[in-house]
């Protein structure tokens, strides 16, 4: 028997087929039929390992994708992403038990590629030939990578001028075609749901239900890490939302199969310039009211009008979590933190730093919980901003702990005299 695929608007009910949006345009959910797996298998199977274990996506196939045949399965051995922590960022934050789960070392340096692996495998399971979507960079990058690995054409939507070199850089070397949409995410987001249809291209951003089912082992990864033994918080930075609504999801299965005890509670961190999902908890709103022009220096995550809200105020709700919204100067002195501890990240993750700061001095994360922060994407994404941070030449910023590059004539008393400075 497959698993089914659920409408969160009108219920109604699909067998895995070629689609990502319901019939009423709702967002379609995954429901996983009962699974019959324990803590133990799981670690033997990591200790083990093999096709497809190696990935830290398919180590837990039967929560992500249960029926899809191995020789479907499109893997660069994502995840497997380590746990960090350090004295400087504990201190920073305010927070002695903090952790920072790494995602940038996924194989395209964002955590994308976890909903990528399963998104592009469904492409291939359903005898797609173009895969496509709106990205703010890392989603095209993961999308691009996955697609040509599985010789599928890949077409991507990006906002004009707005997203980090790195990643425009990925997307253009891994083959795919590009379309620079003048207009920002949001509206690039519209137009390939507009042309997906027409053009018979399979969508995979986090509308597709597939890529949600992926992203959710972000989760199931860092609980086994923790030997199976809920943190009291997860803090990650929000955008489009698909990865709130991922952990969200992730976390009631573990509970439902029966696989943790504590429910840990979720932090959604926006960047104060692009913070729609932010107001919608904030005041108790019913409909998110989108931001029309967003700013933030984290490119990732400048977003107004994210396509997974629904979802992910119910992640919130269940796991009795809160959203706060951060200003870029924290994002950037929180991802100096980060980046000086020798564990680096691009902006957008430092999001989540600066955010379980906030929370902790605002007395939200009480004295002696576990936190984790998830760093989602690599510090070598958007060098710009970061030499733009440590030389003071980023508007509306000061930088609280720069660390800029000195210029010295070729001469070796001159440069001694200038590192004795
Ligand atoms: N961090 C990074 C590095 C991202 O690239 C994104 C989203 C987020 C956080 C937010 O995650 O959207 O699931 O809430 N990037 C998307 C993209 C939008 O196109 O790469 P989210």
Redesign the pocket.
């Known amino acids: 028997m497959s698993t089914s695929l659920v409408c969160i608007d009108c219920g109604a009910e699909y067998r895995p087929a070629d689609i990502w949006q319901c019939e009423c345009g709702g967002l379609l959910e995954v429901r996983l039929d009962h699974i019959n797996i324990s803590v133990r298998e799981l670690d033997k199977r990591a200790a083990a390992r093999g096709f497809p274990y190696d990935s830290g996506v398919w180590l837990f196939k039967e929560l992500v994708h249960k029926s899809i045949p191995n020789k479907c399965i499109v893997s660069r051995w994502e995840g497997n992403t380590r746990l960090y922590s350090h004295t400087k960022t504990s201190e920073y934050a305010g927070i002695k038990n903090l952790y920072m789960k790494h995602e940038g070392e996924n194989p395209t340096g964002?955590?994308?590629d976890r909903g990528m692996t399963v998104g592009v495998s469904e492409a291939v399971r359903i005898g797609a030939k173009i895969v496509c979507?709106?990205?703010?960079?890392?989603?095209?990058a993961?999308l691009a990578s996955y697609a040509a690995l599985a010789g599928l054409k890949a077409v991507v939507f990006i906002p004009s001028g707005e997203i980090a070199y790195g990643?425009l850089a990925q997307t253009i070397a891994y083959g795919a075609k590009v379309v620079q949409v003048k207009g920002n995410?949001d509206d690039s987001m519209r137009l390939i749901q507009e042309a997906a249809s027409s053009l018979k291209m399979y969508i995979l951003?986090?509308v597709n239900p597939w890529r949600i089912e992926g992203?959710k082992s972000i989760t199931f990864e860092l609980i086994q890490q923790m030997k199976w033994d809920s943190p009291d918080w997860i803090v990650?930075?929000?955008?489009?939302?698909?990865?709130?609504?991922?952990m969200g999801k992730a976390l009631s299965e573990l509970k439902e199969f029966g696989l943790i005890e504590k429910m840990p509670r979720i932090a959604?961190i926006q960047s104060e310039g692009a913070a729609p999902f932010y107001k919608l908890w904030k005041s108790g709103l019913h409909e998110l009211v989108r931001v029309d022009n967003p700013d933030t220096i984290a490119s990732?995550?400048k977003?107004g009008n994210?396509v997974?809200w629904k979802k992910?105020i119910k992640a919130i709700k269940m796991t009795n979590g809160v959203v706060e919204k951060v200003s870029d100067n924290q994002i950037l002195d929180a991802k100096a933190m980060i980046d000086s501890s020798g564990i680096g990240c691009?902006p957008?993750?430092a999001?989540s730093l600066a955010g379980a700061k906030k929370l902790r001095k605002n007395g939200v994360i009480k004295e002696g919980q576990n936190v984790v922060c998830i760093l989602?994407?690599n510090i070598l994404?958007d060098p710009i901003t970061t030499v733009g941070y440590h030389t003071n030449e980023l508007k509306k910023i000061r930088p609280a702990f720069m660390n800029p590059p000195i210029e010295v004539d070729g001469d070796i008393d001159k440069i001694k005299k200038a590192l004795e400075s």
């Open positions: 964002s955590f994308k979507c709106a990205s703010t960079g890392n989603t095209s993961s990643k995410f951003n986090s992203q990650l930075p929000a955008g489009n939302l698909g990865n709130t609504a991922a959604a990732a995550i977003i994210p997974s992910a691009e957008a993750s999001a989602t994407g994404k």
